[in-house]
């Protein structure tokens, strides 16, 4: 699933196998999803936004299920993230479409960051507790 770290944003969402979403404010936009998928669109606008504010501490303790931040350096996760995140400026990541099943589910979403191309992944969330977190990424 990782095959080693790659460059800019791509870089660390592979590092910390997530993205984060952008909502989008487009007339052509979908409407809002509800219920279970709106729980899960809302873990992935968390993650958007810590990554946005660098809050690397909040993706690695709140966002990642424990086998996801093991995954991401463990202890070093956030300084991990930290450096691989340098410079990535301005990430912007859609999500393109949701699905449920069975307590998970699959977000496609496409990233961006100034300078960089765009590239389409999927996350995969699992349910934990009242919400979801963010167990991989699929490239």
């Given amino acids: ?8 944003l791509h870089g660390l969402l592979a590092l910390a196998m997530v993205a984060g979403c952008s909502s989008g404010d487009s007339a052509s ?6 219920g279970v998928p709106r729980q899960v669109a809302e873990t992935v606008e968390r993650l958007e936004r810590a990554t946005q ?10 966002l990642l299920t424990k086998e996801a931040r093991e995954r991401a350096g463990g202890g070093d996760c956030i300084r ?3 450096s691989t995140a340098a410079d990535v400026r301005r990430p912007r990541i859609s999500i393109l479409s949701i699905r449920v099943e069975e ?3 699959d977000v496609r979403v496409r ?4 300078g960089q191309g765009s590239v389409q992944e999927t ?3 699992v349910r934990e507790g009242e919400g979801y ?3 991989a990424l699929d490239g």
């Fill in 111 to 114: 990233s961006t960051a100034e």
């Fill in 103 to 105: 307590g998970r589910a």
């Fill in 123 to 125: 996350i995969r969330l």
């Fill in 1 to 8: 699933m990782l095959a080693g770290v790659k460059h800019g």
């Fill in 53 to 62: 504010r660098r809050d690397f501490k909040a993706i690695c303790d709140e």
């Fill in 29 to 34: 936009d979908p409407p809002p999803a509800e």
């Fill in 133 to 135: 977190r963010i167990a």
């Fill in 80 to 82: 991990l993230l930290r």
